[in-house]
Antibody, heavy 129, light 110 residues
Framework: EVQLLESGGGLVQPGGSLRLSCAAS????????LTWVRQAPGKGLEWVSG????????YYADSVKGRFTISRDNSKNTLYLQMNSLRAEDTAVYYC??????????????????????WGQGTLVIVSS | QSALTQPASVSGSPGQSITISCTGT?????????VSWYQQYPGKAPKLTIY???NRPSGVPDRFSGSKSGNTASLTISGLQAEDEADYYC??????????FGGGTKLTVL
């Protein structure tokens, strides 16, 4: 069974930093693209960042470009989101999600995942003074 | 990155059919078949319900179907059931190699 477990959320002051983690199990972690999606309280889903299946390429929403960094550690089956220069509008539940389709034996899609087949339960980030 | 346009709410009675629209541009919905739909219950994570415009992941009832015409994608739920009451989000790949979601539609089963 695929499991994704986010952690690292909490209360942080504007301008501060936070690193989110997403521990994965139940699938071949290194073969799948991964994504962070957030949802502000009472609002809709917002795509934040994507990481290609090989891990070689990263993609960001304009709203977080230059402030957030997505990365993965295949040895720990963990996805990260380093968030710097946080703003009040970054307040949200942050979900990690796995691509519905993984790398094949011969190739890996190098774009951002766009079918998010499994999601974690989310971690809440509150940016406030 | 502007969100795709969805109606804020739709409603229907048990057994009826409803359709949720999702309008984008030629840079997203109209330019690719990489459209997906997600179902989200309050306080829960979203669940992939439709991918590649028309395909259902394993376990999703065939009451759920998707389609697309031009820049507009649609999700149809036939034989509406009480358990279908949830928020629904469309999503599309964009030319900028990013992903955009719709604003979400709250489905009420009367």
């Amino acid at each position: 069974e695929v499991q994704l477990l986010e952690s690292g959320g909490g209360l942080v002051q504007p301008g501060g930093s936070l690193r989110l983690s997403c521990a994965a199990s139940g699938f071949s972690f290194s073969s799948y693209g991964l994504t962070w999606v957030r949802q502000a309280p009472g609002k809709g889903l917002e795509w934040v960042s994507g990481l290609s299946g090989s891990g070689g390429r990263t993609y960001y929403a304009d709203s977080v470009k230059g402030r957030f960094t997505i990365s993965r550690d295949n040895s720990k089956n963990t996805l990260y989101l380093q968030m710097n220069s946080l703003r009040a509008e970054d307040t949200a539940v942050y979900y990690c999600a796995k691509d519905q389709f993984g790398c094949t034996a011969t190739s890996c899609y190098e774009g951002t995942p766009y079918y998010l087949g499994s999601w974690g339960q989310g971690t809440l980030v509150i940016v406030s003074s | 990155q502007s969100a795709l346009t969805q109606p804020a709410s739709v409603s229907g009675s048990p057994g009826q059919s409803i359709t949720i629209s999702c309008t984008g541009t030629s840079s997203d919905v109209g330019g690719y078949n990489h459209v997906s739909w997600y179902q989200q219950y309050p306080g829960k994570a979203p669940k992939l319900t439709i991918y590649e415009v028309t395909n259902r992941p394993s376990g999703v009832p065939d009451r759920f179907s998707g389609s697309k015409s031009g820049n507009t994608a649609s999700l149809t739920i036939s034989g509406l059931q009480a358990e279908d009451e949830a928020d629904y989000y469309c999503s599309s790949y964009k030319t900028t190699n990013t992903v955009v979601f719709g604003g979400g539609t709250k489905l009420t089963v009367l």
